[in-house]
């Protein structure tokens, strides 16, 4: 069995249930024991769900949001929402109470699906009283209504709502890194396109494995697990809690991993504190061993099965993706937007991994770079525009219905790679500019880097601001300073004077989500930490590591 080419979510649910009714294709963790579901048991429970629904007299073009971490029930209630004809609202699960309140506002939810969450209590007062809360079944914020009570009490609903390929089927809001998030609104096809053409390039089967970990609330989630997973029939396997991640990628073994450079360089630092890099880098060039270590790594990551290696959402060091390579788990870097529904480039199984790029864009997917290198992209699952912001649809959707993406990039031989930010650049106080993500790819190489954000507006120079990486908590000061020094020198030296770095300033403070410096895709806000750090960075002595 391969892609179907039918446009609608739920004749895609409906082939698979005469195809493979009792066939599992969701497996959720919980409390130790794995709960599963097959295709007839999502029909079903979105079938009682959508019945619910309509008892509470919600009808089709109304708005649900959701708030939750992934699992299960996520994809049942989404599909649920497609049956009924329901725009859904996905909220990012770590967003705090003035986010989840302006996306309820702004978006006009009527009810809000709640679930997995870390810190409910410090988010229920961003959801008006007023609204009814439908609680999945986790320990989670206080709801008037029970997913399993509404089992209980609701037969499957006869019929699913009429819509068209056309009508609006989300709302994805924008994680935010400057101001209100955006929200970017999507049909029908657009969700149903993202999936097919992920999936024509990944060569994706019933036969796949995939880890849903990273949010659903986000495009890269929805496109390659929700819409893959509806498109061509293949396994998702959910994680419990974060203490349980290695154990439940392990379980799910899964065919194809993606992640973001963050947790790239986290996985390497705890296999380097098991074994340094020296005796690995000596053992991997030993033949016959070599390959045994490498599988062992593999085997104990719970990648031993994987056939597809992806990273997204920023770029990964190139030191780290040869680092990786020599693992033979070679890492293509992908890319999209939230109003292409996560669609631009990925890497297929069957081509040549090129380090520095984001590898070829998509089937159904242009690309342009203007004459100001600025990127400019079409595909099948483009946005219809933001929701009551006209204004911004129009700066961002030219009149040949390309989307300004505001990244900087090149194509060659068909391979597209991305050199920067259009906003991200910035003019030093000697008048000249600089496009800081190059250079901080260069710092990427440095193991003991987390993090980190290129300042240089109202500055002589531009100076860096790191978050160190968990690894470097059990390093001497002495010996991290002089590492960053080293890396310092060696990235400046390949620099042109007016861009060359001044000094480095250590956070002392871990950047989170919680804490406001990076957005829920685990990217840098470099508003707030230049908010933050321009003060310190204007009186840092040259060519020192300052700890703040």
């Not at 609608?8 to 959720?28: G, I, N």
């Not at 994809?75 to 003035?98: H, K, Q, R």
């Not at 390579?325 to 890319?335: C, H, Q, R, T, V």
């Amino acid at each position: 069995m391969n892609t179907v080419n039918l446009s609608l979510p739920a004749e895609k649910l409906t082939y698979w249930m005469v195809q493979d009714s009792h066939r599992e294709v969701l497996f959720q963790p919980r409390g130790g024991q794995m709960l599963t579901f097959t295709w007839k048991e999502i029909d079903t429970e979105a079938r009682k769900l959508l019945s619910f629904f309509r008892a509470q007299g919600l009808k089709s073009g109304d708005k649900v949001a959701i708030l939750s971490k992934n699992c299960a029930h996520w994809i049942i209630a989404d599909i649920a929402l497609m049956y009924g004809g329901l725009v859904s609202i996905p909220i990012y699960p770590t967003a705090n109470a003035e986010t989840i309140s302006y996306v309820l506002e702004h978006s006009e939810s009527k009810m809000m699906l709640v679930g997995k969450l870390d810190d409910w209590q410090s988010q229920v007062s961003g959801i008006p009283d007023t609204m009814p809360k439908v609680a999945f079944p986790y320990p989670t914020m206080p709801a008037e209504n029970q997913w399993d009570t509404i089992m209980q009490d609701n037969e499957p609903a006869d019929s699913v709502s009429p819509v068209a390929a056309d009508d609006l089927m989300t709302i994805l809001y924008t994680s935010g890194s400057t101001g209100n998030p955006k929200g970017a609104m999507h049909t029908y096809q657009s969700f149903v396109n993202a999936g097919k053409n992920v999936g024509e390039r990944l060569a994706v089967t019933p036969d796949d494995r995939i880890m849903s970990y990273l949010p659903l609330s986000h495009c890269t989630e929805r496109a390659y697990v929700e819409s893959t997973l509806l498109n061509y029939g293949l396994k998702v396997y959910f994680v419990d809690s974060l203490d349980t991640f290695a154990a439940d990628l392990g379980y799910a073994k899964p065919t194809i991993f993606g992640s973001v450079p963050r947790l790239w360089t986290q996985f390497q630092k705890k296999i380097l504190t098991k074994m340094p890099n020296k005796k690995l880098q000596t053992l991997l060039k030993i033949p016959l061993l070599g390959g045994i270590v490498k599988n062992k790594i593999k085997k104990q990551m719970g990648l031993d099965q994987t056939r597809i290696f992806i990273s997204g959402s920023a770029p990964l060091s190139e030191k780290i993706l040869h680092w990786y390579s020599k693992l033979d788990i070679n890492i293509g870097e992908g890319w999209g937007m939230t109003e292409s529904f996560a669609c631009g480039s990925v890497l297929g199984p069957d081509m040549e991994v090129r380090i520095g790029t984001v590898s070829k864009p998509l089937p159904g997917t242009q690309v342009i770079i203007a004459e100001d290198n600025e990127i400019l992209l079409k595909t099948e699952s483009d946005m219809l525009g933001y929701y009551k912001e006209e204004e911004k649809t129009k700066e961002t959707i030219n009149e040949d219905g390309y989307i300004h993406t505001g990244d900087l990039g090149e194509l060659k031989d068909g391979y597209l790679s991305i050199v920067g930010r259009k906003k991200d650049i910035f003019k030093t106080e000697k008048g000249k500019y600089v496009a800081p993500i190059p250079i901080e790819s260069e710092f990427g190489d440095n193991e003991y880097i987390e993090q980190m954000c290129l300042m240089g507006t109202q500055l002589v120079q531009p100076v860096l601001v790191v978050n160190l990486s968990e690894h470097a908590a059990a390093i001497e000061k002495s010996e991290l300073e002089s590492s960053l020094l080293s890396t310092l020198s060696t990235v400046n030296s390949k620099l042109e004077a007016h861009a060359k770095v001044s000094a480095i300033i250590v956070a002392k403070q871990a950047w989170t989500t919680d804490s406001g410096e990076l957005t829920p895709t685990l990217k840098v806000k470099r508003h707030i930490v230049e908010k933050t750090f321009l003060p310190v960075a204007q009186n840092v002595e040259k060519g020192k590591v300052s700890w703040y």
